[in-house]
C-alpha cells in the first residue's frame, strides 16, 4: 500500500531545515533584541476560541478549520493561527496583572482547509509576535520597524509595506453603514462572495480578488476618510513614526484582512516574486479582543508571518555558514584501521567536531569520493602504514594538501587545526 502526504502538507527535507533553522535563529536574534520572549502554544484549542476570536463570519472559521470531536465529545480545533492563543494564554496565566507590555513571538505550524496552490498549504508555518499593554502608535511603528530589520538581515529587498486604518467599535460602525449604502447599487456586478459579504462582512468586499469587483471597490467611500478623529490621530502618528525610521509605506485604503478582531492600524507586506498568494505578513491592532475573552481591557498589536514564502524570497545563495558539513571524514582502510576508528570517532565528536564515515568501508577511491560528496573539511585516512608508522594523513579537502598526523594525539591536533572552542 503505498501512502502519500496529505494534499497541501508537505515534508521539509534535511537541506531546506537547515535555511529554515538559520532564518529562525535571526527572528529570534532580531525579536529578542526588541523585548520579544518566545511562547509555545498547543497546536490545538477549543473551537469556541476560534470561532469567537478570528469572527464567525471569516473565511477562517466558515470553511477553512480541522475541527473535530476529541474521545470525550469536545470540539477541538487545529490552530488556524496563533493570536487567539496568545490572547487565551494571556487571560489564562494572568499576565495582565504585571501592568507592563508583554512581548510574545511563537512559531510553528497552523492549519487551514485552503485550496493549495503555489505559496498556499494546509499546513503552513508561521512565525508572529504580539505586543500586548498598550496603546501607544510606537508599538505599531515599532514591530513594523522590527520587521525592516529583519527582513534587512535576510538581504530582502523586494517588497512593499502596506497599511490602513480601520478604525474602532466608536467609528466602524458609521462606516459600515457608508459602504453598505454604497455597495447596494453595484451588487447586480459584483461576484456572488461579493453578495453574501455584502450582507454579513461588507468590509470584505473591499479586498475582494475578483477584477471587476476590484473596480468597483476602488469607486467605494474609504475608511479612512471616516474614521474618529482618535482614530485618525494614531493613524497619523503611525506614519510620523514610521517616515521618521525611514520605513517606506503606502497606504491601501482597500486593506481590511481576514480576522475580524482588527482595530485602528492594520498592516500587510507583499512581494510581486511571490505570484497570486503575494502576502509575506499580515497585521495589526486588537484592542478589544482580550475583552472579548473576559480579560481586562488590553490594547493588543501585533502579526504573523507565513515562513515557507520568507524562505522561498530569501537569497540563500547570498549567504554564507548555512551549510553543517562535517569537519572531519574518516577513511579507514584494513582491518586494523577499521578496528581503531570507532572510539576515534568517537573522541573527535565528543571533543565537539562533527564527523563522518562511510559505514560501508570499501576502497580508498569510493571512501574519497563520499568524503567529497560530504563536503567536509578534512579527511583523515588511517591504512595500515600509517599505524605502522604511528602518522595519520589528514587531507584539506579544499586545495587537495595533505600532511602528516600524529596519531597519538590526532584528536587534539585536529581539533586545534579547524579551531574550534569547545
Ligand atoms: P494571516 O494574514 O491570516 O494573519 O496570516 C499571516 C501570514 O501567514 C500570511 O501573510 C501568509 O504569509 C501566511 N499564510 C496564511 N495562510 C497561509 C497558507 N494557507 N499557506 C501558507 N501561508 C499562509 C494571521 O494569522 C494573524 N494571526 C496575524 C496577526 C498576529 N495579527 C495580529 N497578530
Redesign the pocket.
Known amino acids: 500500500m503505498k501512502i502519500q502526504a496529505i494534499r497541501?502538507v508537505k515534508d521539509i527535507m534535511p537541506d531546506e531545515v537547515e535555511k529554515w533553522r538559520w532564518v529562525e535563529n535571526k527572528a529570534d536574534q532580531v525579536f529578542t533584541r526588541y523585548g520579544f520572549k518566545e511562547i509555545r502554544l498547543p497546536i490545538f484549542e477549543k473551537t469556541k476560541l476560534f470561532s469567537r476570536g478570528?469572527g464567525e463570519t471569516t473565511d477562517?472559521v466558515e470553511k477553512?478549520m480541522y475541527t473535530f470531536e476529541d474521545r470525550g465529545g469536545e470540539k477541538v480545533t487545529l490552530r488556524?493561527?496563533?493570536?487567539?492563543s496568545?490572547v487565551r494564554a494571556f487571560i489564562e496565566h494572568k499576565m495582565y496583572a504585571s501592568q507592563t507590555v508583554h512581548k510574545f513571538y511563537y512559531l510553528g505550524p497552523?492549519f487551514?482547509y485552503?485550496r493549495?496552490q503555489a505559496?498556499?498549504?494546509?499546513?503552513?508555518?508561521?512565525i508572529?509576535?504580539?505586543a500586548m499593554g498598550s496603546h501607544n502608535p510606537s508599538i505599531d511603528a515599532e514591530v513594523m520597524t522590527m520587521l525592516m530589520d529583519f527582513f534587512n538581515i535576510l538581504g530582502l529587498n523586494q517588497f512593499e509595506l502596506q497599511i490602513n486604518s480601520l478604525g474602532c467599535d466608536k467609528c466602524r460602525p458609521e462606516y459600515r453603514e457608508a459602504l453598505k449604502k454604497s455597495i447596494t447599487s453595484h451588487l447586480s456586478d459584483l461576484c456572488e462572495n461579493c453578495n453574501k459579504r455584502y450582507q454579513k462582512n461588507p468590509l470584505r468586499v473591499l479586498d475582494c480578488k475578483v477584477e471587476r469587483d476590484i473596480e468597483i471597490a476602488s469607486g467605494l467611500p474609504k475608511i479612512t476618510e471616516h474614521i474618529c478623529n482618535e482614530c485618525k490621530y494614531h493613524f497619523e502618528k503611525v506614519q510620523a513614526l514610521l517616515s521618521e525610521a525611514m520605513v517606506p509605506y503606502s497606504i491601501n485604503s482597500r486593506l481590511v484582512?481576514?480576522?475580524d478582531?482588527?482595530t485602528h492600524t492594520a498592516f500587510?507586506?507583499i512581494s510581486d516574486e511571490l505570484g497570486a498568494?503575494n502576502?509575506?505578513?499580515?497585521?495589526?491592532?486588537?484592542n478589544t479582543l482580550v475583552e472579548e475573552f473576559e480579560g481586562p481591557s488590553t490594547p493588543?498589536?501585533?502579526?504573523?508571518?507565513?515562513?515557507?514564502?520568507?524562505i522561498f524570497l530569501v537569497p540563500f545563495d547570498k549567504v554564507e555558514g548555512i551549510e553543517n558539513n562535517p569537519d572531519v571524514f574518516v577513511v579507514p582502510l584494513g582491518e586494523e584501521a577499521e578496528s581503531r576508528v570507532f572510539n576515534l570517532i568517537h573522541q573527535l565528536r565528543s571533543g565537539g567536531l562533527s564527523v563522518e564515515r562511510d559505514y560501508d568501508g570499501g576502497s580508498m577511491k569510493s571512501q574519497m569520493r563520499k568524503a567529497n560528496k560530504s563536503a567536509s573539511r578534512f579527511a583523515l585516512i588511517i591504512g595500515e602504514n600509517e599505524i605502522k608508522s604511528g602518522n595519520y594523513q589528514l587531507k584539506n579537502m579544499q586545495d587537495g594538501k595533505q600532511s602528516n598526523i600524529t596519531a597519538a594525539s590526532c584528536v587534539e591536533e585536529i581539533k586545534t587545526l579547524i579551531n574550534k572552542k569547545i
Not at 488556524?80 to 487567539?84: H, I, K, L, Q, R
Not at 493588543?300 to 520568507?310: N, P, S, T
Open positions: 497541501g478570528i477562517i477553512e488556524p493561527e496563533g493570536t487567539a496568545v497552523m487551514r485552503e493549495p505559496g498556499r498549504f494546509r499546513q503552513f508555518y508561521q508572529g509576535v504580539e484582512r481576514g480576522l478582531y482588527y500587510e507586506i498568494q502576502a509575506i505578513c499580515g497585521g495589526g491592532r486588537y493588543c498589536f501585533g502579526f504573523a508571518l507565513g515562513l515557507e514564502r520568507l
